[in-house]
């Protein structure tokens, strides 16, 4: 325990000194199921702790190793796990299947992709650890379903008790034959650990005559099948014909499984953070692989650019032009994280930043305006003008030149539209303005957007711009 108080002691330094606390206090005082896939907004609202801190204080703890990252894809149906990954590099281009919802699915970084937490062992060993060691119904809570579902403690009980008609442990190489019930209704034989499901619909009239079912488990992801079957007895038998052992159980597609499902809370995406500035810090090596490319349906991109700056370095001289873009490039970058946002890149005097929705973005743009008033006011001139564009579309998260980026038509437009401010001007386009979000922050701040058409370079069409003077 020495090396992990000095692991503390490092993190105290490294990040905010309530979040550091907490995390300390999770580690050596929750119980085991806490430590596992946590979910990192639901552990800010339940801290009372700032969402983005706690985000910046994981990310640190888990470079210190005092966590392992994983990046769980999940299936937007029921929220179960289809495949973790230690890192996006693994993330596959072709689609991950959900034998429980019987659907596939290409994964979007958008909301398909989640960022959870588990300690690592060398800090403290928890039962998650071991998988198959764990109890079936803890398999199926902590390894099956992701940090997304709410699992409320009186609905998994109504799960587990009203809804499962029969459940088994089977080890490697065993088979199993269990005498069932059937009920009017559609039932799920579903296997977590080799992710299979075979569906039975019942219905009809009752039978008193004994049917029969056979199920075999194997390294095989068989598409999900559907057995037509009518009420009454039925001899299931179930054979593990895989390496390790499996847990299948019976339930009833019934109120107690949906209303379960139906249980979301929010989780960390990959989207979110890869739009993270402290993980863009400190991970820098560790995002995609040069041949990736990963959809994003929407994401926000903010440009700026520094207005004359060719003639201010000859007005005022190297050096205290040099002085004035960096204090700029400084007040511009603390915006930029302060609003939830992170820098993609800077391209001489111009800032290429990516936020999750467009109202930080717009947050961000209207805080540069104030910081480059006020740092010309205290010089008494006005040398520091930007440029602010901003737009919202789908893109492809790439890596460019050693370093995570992003590539499209969202990207070249927001970029264009950048190019047609002037005098400290801001032009955005329509799916920003169209935000309620972002009209609520214009309303509050008696802004109003003036619409025009422009053609940018590049691209076909004119599009419809608001300017925010």
Same mark, same amino acid.
């Given at each position: 325990?020495?090396?992990?108080?000095?692991? #503390?002691?490092? =993190?105290?330094?490294?990040?905010?000194?309530?979040?550091?606390?907490?995390?300390?206090? &999770?580690?050596?005082?929750?119980?085991?199921?806490?430590?596992?896939?946590? !979910?990192?907004?639901?552990?800010?609202?339940?801290?009372?702790?700032?969402?983005?801190?706690?985000?910046? *204080?994981?990310?640190?703890?888990?470079?210190?190793?005092?966590?392992?990252?994983?990046?769980?894809?999940?299936? %937007?149906?029921?929220? *179960?796990?289809?495949?973790?990954?230690?890192?996006?590099?693994? =993330?596959?281009?072709?689609?991950?299947?959900?034998?429980?919802?019987?659907?596939?699915?290409?994964?979007?970084?958008?909301?398909?992709?989640?960022?959870?937490?588990?300690?690592?062992?060398?800090? +403290?060993? @928890?039962?998650?650890?071991?998988?198959?060691?764990?109890?079936?119904?803890?398999?199926?809570?902590?390894? #099956?379903?992701?940090?997304?579902?709410? =699992?409320?403690?009186?609905?998994?009980?109504?799960?587990?008790?009203?809804?499962?008609?029969?459940?088994?442990?089977? %080890?490697?190489?065993?088979?199993?034959?269990?005498?069932?019930?059937?009920?009017?209704?559609?039932?799920?034989?579903?296997?977590?650990?080799?992710?299979?499901?075979?569906?039975?619909?019942?219905?009809?009239?009752?039978?008193?005559?004994?049917?029969?079912?056979?199920?075999?488990? !194997?390294?095989?992801?068989? %598409?999900?099948?559907?057995?037509?079957?009518?009420?009454?007895? =039925?001899?299931?038998?179930?054979?593990?014909?895989?390496?390790?052992?499996?847990?299948?159980?019976?339930?009833?597609?019934?109120?107690? &499984?949906?209303?379960?499902?139906?249980?979301?809370?929010?989780?960390?995406?990959?989207? +979110?953070?890869?739009?993270?500035?402290?993980?863009?810090?400190?991970?820098?090596?560790?995002?995609?692989?040069?041949?990736?490319?990963?959809?994003?349906?929407?994401?926000?991109?903010?440009?700026?650019?520094?207005?004359?700056?060719?003639?201010?370095?000859?007005?005022?001289?190297?050096?205290?032009? #040099?002085?004035?873009?960096?204090?700029?490039?400084?007040?511009?970058?603390?915006?930029?994280?302060?609003?939830?946002?992170?820098?993609?890149?800077?391209? *001489?005097?111009?800032?290429?930043?990516?936020?999750?929705?467009?109202?930080?973005?717009?947050?961000? *743009?209207?805080?540069?305006?104030?910081?480059?008033?006020?740092?010309?006011?205290?010089?008494?001139?006005?040398? &520091?003008? $930007?440029?602010?564009?901003?737009?919202?579309?789908?893109?492809?998260?790439?890596?460019?030149?050693?370093?995570?980026?992003?590539?499209?038509?969202?990207?070249?437009?927001?970029?264009?539209?950048?190019?047609?401010?002037?005098?400290?001007?801001?032009?955005?386009?329509?799916?920003?303005?169209?935000?309620?979000?972002?009209?609520? @922050?214009?309303?509050?701040?008696?802004?109003?957007? $003036?619409?025009?058409?422009?053609? &940018?370079?590049?691209?076909?069409?004119?599009?419809?711009?608001?300017?925010?003077?």
């Amino acid at each position: 325990m020495a090396e992990t108080g000095a692991l #503390f002691a490092v =993190l105290r330094q490294t990040t905010d000194p309530e979040v550091a606390a907490a995390i300390q206090q &999770l580690i050596e005082k929750g119980e085991d199921r806490d430590l596992n896939r946590i !979910n990192l907004l639901d552990f800010a609202a339940r801290s009372g702790l700032d969402e983005e801190r706690v985000i910046a *204080g994981f990310l640190h703890a888990s470079r210190l190793g005092l966590f392992d990252l994983s990046w769980n894809v999940l299936c %937007p149906g029921c929220s *179960g796990v289809l495949d973790a990954h230690t890192t996006l590099k693994s =993330l596959r281009h072709e689609d991950y299947v959900c034998a429980l919802c019987a659907a596939g699915y290409e994964a979007s970084v958008d909301e398909m992709v989640e960022v959870a937490f588990t300690v690592s062992p060398r800090v +403290r060993r @928890i039962a998650a650890h071991d998988p198959n060691t764990l109890p079936l119904w803890e398999y199926i809570r902590q390894i #099956f379903w992701s940090s997304g579902i709410d =699992l409320d403690e009186a609905a998994f009980l109504r799960l587990r008790d009203e809804a499962t008609l029969e459940s088994i442990e089977l %080890p490697a190489g065993e088979k199993a034959v269990l005498s069932l019930q059937l009920p009017n209704q559609f039932i799920i034989v579903f296997e977590p650990v080799t992710h299979s499901a075979q569906f039975l619909a019942v219905s009809g009239e009752p039978t008193r005559e004994r049917q029969q079912l056979s199920i075999v488990f !194997n390294k095989l992801h068989a %598409p999900t099948g559907t057995t037509e079957l009518r009420p009454g007895p =039925l001899r299931l038998t179930l054979e593990n014909q895989s390496e390790l052992r499996v847990l299948p159980a019976v339930w009833v597609a019934g109120d107690a &499984l949906h209303e379960m499902l139906g249980k979301r809370k929010p989780i960390l995406t990959a989207k +979110r953070m890869l739009t993270n500035q402290t993980f863009r810090d400190v991970y820098k090596a560790d995002n995609l692989n040069i041949d990736q490319r990963l959809k994003i349906t929407s994401l926000t991109f903010l440009f700026t650019d520094l207005k004359g700056s060719t003639a201010l370095y000859e007005r005022v001289g190297d050096l205290a032009a #040099f002085d004035l873009v960096r204090a700029h490039f400084h007040a511009l970058l603390e915006i930029i994280s302060a609003e939830k946002g992170a820098v993609v890149k800077t391209i *001489g005097d111009a800032v290429m930043a990516t936020f999750v929705k467009p109202e930080h973005a717009l947050a961000a *743009g209207l805080r540069m305006r104030a910081a480059m008033d006020k740092l010309n006011k205290e010089r008494g001139r006005e040398d &520091l003008i $930007i440029k602010v564009g901003i737009h919202e579309g789908p893109c492809l998260a790439v890596m460019l030149n050693e370093r995570q980026d992003y590539f499209g038509q969202t990207v070249n437009i927001a970029a264009r539209v950048q190019g047609l401010s002037v005098s400290h001007a801001m032009h955005v386009t329509g799916p920003v303005i169209e935000s309620p979000a972002v009209a609520d @922050i214009l309303h509050k701040a008696s802004i109003a957007p $003036i619409q025009k058409e422009a053609a &940018l370079r590049g691209i076909a069409d004119k599009i419809v711009v608001y300017e925010i003077p």
